[in-house]
């Protein structure tokens, strides 16, 4: 390994271990590293060399749709990864090959823990205690709602009114009987997408950090029902990128959605003949997360130490920050989520500071341990929830009938189908 000297990193290492060192002006590291587009900056990413001299980041940028994909062949190929590795939420799929990555933990990340939101922190972290990526982003939720809609059906307006008003979901599908009478428009988008939002807000997923099969228990059961219970108050639909949900959000025939704070552009895109109408406040029933990524370094890498020092200059506050403004992904730094640029007023929604209520759903969502291959869990529960929705079946049966399927899936997995 080449020797390593100290480097001086300026004020914006600030997250860095104190003693870490870098590499010489007269040595040079060649760190590659996968990501997706939209994930990181590339300014940043090309600033590393001027960082770090002597040292040379080769990114190689792959489709957000084709690089867990890609993760997944490699490692079961045999093949190399790259020294550095960017993992979108689906970071829970790649703790059963938590091998192939060093633990940052033995470079220092002991150290920095406490400056990261503590929940995002623990989700990479394999079960064995070995921490396998560096926090970047995370997809706090909250509720988005069209005020004037609000307004015409006699429901509060106001952000904390409508907070307090629509605190858990039983007062949200009150003010959604209120809406659908007094204007005809439904209160929410589908079926799935509240279950998405009922799941995240307990302290369970559908299988637990044991790996044990938990999806029948009652924690499941109720996070089905309160979605089920949202069904005459739905317009329809299976997905928020669909062109049908973009012109239901458009014109005025959806007064609200629960998503991450990702889907302000996703909004703003789909439905610009309502800006300055839409309002941001706490989700029914509590906060959530959708999404997030990290980055970690892999057992491919020859300068581990070098390689982390560079993640987390990657990472700091200056760049989460940024970040936010350019790419729209929000700190899961304490400190970044604290700082006073995130409370700015967005006109498209009437000028309002929406950041507050997601950098406050940040700091209050549960500590929830998503399981390697979740999403397919989670799929099952989704599609009978359609079948609710879309042809009337019967919410116990349907719960019944995801439960089982789910369970097969789990039973397979088990003997290694």
């Known amino acids: 390994m080449k020797k390593l000297v100290a480097a001086v990193l300026g004020a914006s290492m600030a997250v860095l271990p104190m003693g870490m060192s870098a590499m010489a002006e007269d040595a040079e590291t060649v760190l590659t590293m996968w990501y997706w587009s939209n994930s990181m900056e590339e300014d940043v990413i090309a600033q590393v060399s001027e960082q770090f001299p002597g040292v040379t980041l080769q990114a190689e940028l792959f489709s957000a749709d084709d690089i867990e994909e890609k993760i997944n062949t490699t490692i079961a190929s045999g093949a190399e990864l790259p020294d550095i590795l960017l993992m979108d939420d689906w970071i829970a799929n790649l703790m059963q090959y938590e091998d192939s990555f060093v633990d940052l933990y033995e470079y220092g990340a002991a150290d920095i823990k406490d400056q990261y939101v503590e929940w995002k922190w623990n989700k990479a972290e394999a079960p064995d205690g070995k921490l396998i990526g560096l926090p970047i982003d995370i997809g706090p939720t909250c509720m988005f709602y069209n005020a ?35 204007t005809g428009v439904n209160m929410f988008d589908f079926l799935g997408h509240l279950f998405v939002a009922t799941l995240g807000q307990q302290e369970k997923h559908l299988l637990d950090e044991d790996g044990s099969f938990i999806a029948d228990q009652e924690h499941i059961y109720n996070a089905f029902m309160e979605a089920a219970d949202g069904k005459e108050f739905v317009y329809g639909g299976d997905t928020e990128w669909s062109s ?67 993640i987390t200059w990657l990472t700091n506050e200056e760049h989460q920050l940024s970040s936010l403004e350019s790419l729209g992904l929000f700190p899961s730094l304490i400190s970044a989520l604290d700082d006073e640029s995130l409370m700015y007023e967005e006109e498209f929604f009437g000028n309002q500071i929406v950041n507050e209520y997601f950098v406050q759903a940040a700091k209050d969502i549960n500590d929830l341990y998503y399981p390697p291959n979740y999403s397919s869990y989670q799929s099952v529960f989704e599609q009978q929830l359609l079948l609710v929705q879309d042809q009337d079946k019967d919410p116990e049966q349907a719960f019944q009938d995801a439960v089982a399927e789910a369970q097969e899936i789990y039973d397979l997995e088990n003997l290694g189908i």
């Open 148 to 182: 004037t809609l609000f307004e015409e059906a006699g429901l509060p307006s106001d952000p904390a009114e409508v907070a307090a008003s629509m605190s858990t979901w039983e007062d949200a599908y009150a003010a959604a009987a209120q809406m659908k009478e007094a």
């Open 244 to 310: 049908e949900w973009a012109a239901a959000l458009n014109n005025h025939d959806v007064a609200a959605f629960v998503g991450a704070v990702w889907m302000k552009p996703e909004l703003i895109s789909a439905a610009p003949d309502t800006a300055g109408e839409w309002r941001v406040t706490a989700a029914p029933g509590g906060a959530g997360n959708v999404g997030g990524s990290a980055i970690g370094i892999t057992t491919s890498c020859e300068n581990p130490e070098v390689a982390y020092e560079v």
